[in-house]
C-alpha cells in the first residue's frame, strides 16, 4: 500500500510539469521583434527544491585528476577578494586583457565547482561562491519587459548567458548538493534563467541568441553566436535534473529534434547535452547518428588540430566533446572504444601546455611557476592563459575520467 507522503512525491514530478506547462501555454515562447510592455501580472511557478541528490560519479587517483587540480589552483591563486577571476594574462610580461567577457567568466566559475567536486576539497567551492557572487550582480529581470531573468553584460542579454550561468548552478549543485547561496535560493534563480531561455525560442526552431532589455525590449534576429543555442540545451537538461520537472525536458527534446536537422559542426555543448540526455532519459536513433557525425568531423580535422600554432583552447574543447560522446554511446549501449585513443591524443596535445611544462623550449624560472603554475597558455606564439582554456581542460578532463570510471566499474548502461 502506498503512503499518502509516498503518493504525494510520486506525484509531485507531475504536478511541477503539469503547472508549468500550463504557465507557459499562457506565455509565448518566443519574444517578437519589438516587445510591447505588458501590465500583466505574471504568477511564476514555485520552485520546490528536489529531495534527490546529484548523482556523482568517483573518478580514480593519478596525473590527469592532479592536473585539474593544479588547473584549479591556478584559478584560486589568481582570484581578486571582490570574487572576480583572471580572465587573461600573459606569462612572460604579466599583461592582463582589460575587455573580459563575462560569459567565459561565468563559465570559468563553474569549473571552479568541478574541482571542487573531483577534489572533494572546499576551498574550491568557497572560491566558485565568491565569483558566483559576484557575477550573479549582472542579473536583471523585468517582468513588463521579457520572461524571467537574464545575464546582462555588454549592453544586452545573451542566451549564452542565461545558459551557462543555469550551467554554473548546476556545477554547483553537483559539487555541494545544495542550492542557497546566502540568502539566495539558486534554484530559483536557475528556473528564472530557464524561463528567459525558453522565451528565446524561435516559431520555427532553435533560438534567438541576444536580447536587448533597453526601452520596450526586443530580440536581435541577426545577432548569431556559435554554440549559443547548444548551451541553452544543455541547461534545460540541467533544469530537468534539478528540479525533476519534465517541462525543462520537454522543451530540450522539442529544440535539439530541430538542431539535428542542422548541419554538423564540432559543437561539444550539444556534445555534452547528448551525455546528459543518454543518463537522465536516452538517445534515440536520430540523435545517435548525429552525434556520430559530431564524432567523426572532430576526428577527420585531428592532423589539422595538432598543428603546434594551433591554441590549447581550441583543442581543449575537442577533449570535452569526445568524452561527452563516449559517455553517451556507452551509457546507450553503442560503441564508444573507438573514442578513446583519439581523446588521449589531444590530452597529450594540451597538457604539454600546462605550467611549469611547456613544448616551445622557453626557460620557465621559479618565479613564473609560483605566479602561473597548473594555468594552460595558449600556444608557443601566444603566452597568454586564458579562463576559458582552463574551463574547457577542466570539464574535459573530468568528463573523460568520469567515462573511465563507468567503463570500469559496473556503472549501468541504458537498456
Known amino acids: 500500500m502506498f503512503s499518502g507522503r509516498k503518493i504525494f512525491i510520486f506525484l509531485l514530478p507531475i504536478l511541477l510539469g503539469l503547472a508549468s506547462a500550463y504557465l507557459f501555454r499562457t506565455k509565448s515562447f518566443s519574444p517578437v521583434v519589438a516587445v510591447t510592455p505588458t501590465l500583466a501580472v505574471i504568477t511564476v511557478v514555485p520552485t520546490i527544491t528536489p529531495?534527490?541528490?546529484?548523482?556523482i560519479i568517483s573518478i580514480d587517483e593519478g596525473p590527469l585528476k592532479d592536473s585539474v587540480i593544479a588547473a584549479g589552483d591556478y584559478l584560486v591563486r589568481q582570484q581578486l577578494t571582490n570574487?572576480?577571476?583572471?580572465?587573461?594574462?600573459?606569462?612572460f610580461t604579466g599583461e592582463r586583457a582589460y575587455s573580459p567577457s563575462y560569459l567565459r567568466l561565468v563559465a570559468g566559475t563553474g569549473s571552479l565547482f568541478t574541482v571542487c567536486?573531483?577534489?572533494?576539497?572546499?576551498?574550491?567551492?568557497?572560491?566558485?561562491?565568491?565569483?558566483?557572487?559576484h557575477y550573479l550582480e549582472f542579473l536583471v529581470s523585468d517582468s513588463k519587459k521579457f520572461k524571467g531573468t537574464c545575464l546582462y553584460t555588454d549592453g544586452s542579454c545573451q542566451l549564452s548567458g542565461s545558459a551557462l550561468t543555469v550551467d554554473t548552478i548546476y556545477k554547483r549543485w553537483q559539487a555541494t548538493d545544495g542550492f542557497f547561496l546566502t540568502d539566495q535560493n539558486l534554484l530559483e534563480t536557475a528556473?528564472?534563467?530557464?524561463?528567459?531561455?525558453?522565451?528565446?525560442?524561435?516559431?520555427?526552431?532553435?533560438?534567438?541568441?541576444?536580447?536587448?532589455?533597453?526601452?520596450?525590449?526586443?530580440v536581435k534576429p541577426d545577432y548569431f553566436s556559435a554554440f549559443a543555442s547548444s548551451e541553452a540545451l544543455l541547461a534545460l537538461t540541467e533544469l530537468y535534473e534539478m528540479t525533476d520537472n519534465v517541462f525543462w525536458l520537454a522543451q530540450a527534446r522539442e529544440v535539439n529534434a530541430y538542431m539535428i536537422t542542422q548541419p554538423v559542426t564540432?559543437?561539444?555543448?550539444?556534445?555534452?547535452?547528448?551525455?546528459?540526455?543518454?543518463?537522465?532519459?536516452?538517445?534515440?536513433?536520430?540523435?545517435?547518428?548525429y552525434a556520430v557525425e559530431i564524432a567523426k568531423t572532430i576526428i577527420v580535422g585531428q592532423v589539422r588540430s595538432l598543428d603546434p600554432k594551433n591554441t590549447s583552447i581550441a583543442t581543449a574543447t575537442k577533449v570535452e566533446s569526445l568524452a561527452a560522446l563516449a559517455q553517451a554511446f556507452y551509457l546507450s549501449g553503442a560503441e564508444h572504444e573507438w573514442l578513446d585513443p583519439e581523446i588521449r591524443t589531444f590530452i597529450t596535445f594540451v597538457q604539454a601546455r600546462q605550467l611549469p611544462d611547456n613544448n616551445c623550449n622557453w626557460e620557465i624560472s621559479k618565479d613564473m611557476i609560483t605566479r602561473y603554475g597548473g594555468g594552460i597558455f595558449s600556444s608557443c606564439d601566444d603566452a597568454s592563459i586564458r579562463i576559458d582554456g582552463l574551463q574547457h581542460w577542466i570539464n574535459g578532463v573530468t568528463a573523460y575520467l568520469e567515462y573511465q570510471s563507468m567503463i570500469n566499474s559496473d556503472y549501468a548502461p541504458s537498456p
Open 51 to 55: 529531495t534527490h541528490i546529484p548523482k
Open 191 to 218: 528556473s528564472e534563467l530557464g524561463y528567459f531561455i525558453v522565451s528565446m525560442r524561435k516559431p520555427e526552431g532553435g533560438f534567438y541568441h541576444l536580447f536587448d532589455p533597453h526601452l520596450v525590449g526586443e
Open 117 to 133: 567536486r573531483v577534489s572533494d576539497d572546499p576551498k574550491y567551492c568557497i572560491a566558485g561562491d565568491s565569483a558566483l557572487e
Open 266 to 289: 564540432e559543437d561539444y555543448w550539444h556534445s555534452y547535452f547528448f551525455s546528459m540526455l543518454a543518463r537522465l532519459d536516452h538517445l534515440n536513433k536520430a540523435d545517435k547518428e
Open 83 to 91: 570574487g572576480e577571476l583572471s580572465y587573461q594574462v600573459d606569462i
